[in-house]
Nanobody, 115 residues
Framework: QVQLVESGGGLVQPGGSLRLSCAAS????????MGWYRQAPGKQRELVAD???????NYADSGKGRFTISRDNAKNTVYLQMNSLKPEDTAVYYC?????????WGQGTQVTVSS
């Protein structure tokens, strides 16, 4: 069983930055592909970015050039640095851990971009 706890969300003005963190329990964190997803009201959950166990990253077009995903296997934590935030980035952001057979989700953290 893997538990994921997100933090770092909040209210930020357009153009601002936030860094989300997702702390994972369990000793096999390093073997999981870790991802950040988001879900805005009335919309489907969508991929923001993910990072494989080997460190390869993948970004949705919406975040390319603005968002950076990284992982620290020693701390069992994955991060999402979000810069130049826009109102359309407003959503609940979820952390996902994907192993060979199982998928785990965090409870989500709210990000609101508004002036």
């Amino acid at each position: 069983q893997v538990q994921l706890v997100e933090s770092g969300g909040g209210l930020v003005q357009p153009g601002g930055s936030l860094r989300l963190s997702c702390a994972a329990s369990g000793s096999i964190f390093s073997s999981y592909t870790m991802g950040w997803y988001r879900q805005a009201p009335g919309k489907q959950r969508e991929l923001v970015a993910d990072v494989t166990s080997g460190g390869s990253t993948n970004y949705a077009d919406s975040g390319k050039g603005r968002f950076t995903i990284s992982r620290d296997n020693a701390k069992n934590t994955v991060y999402l640095q979000m810069n130049s935030l826009k109102p359309e980035d407003t959503a609940v952001y979820y952390c996902k851990a994907q192993g060979a057979f199982l998928i785990y989700w965090g409870q989500g953290t709210q990000v609101t971009v508004s002036s």
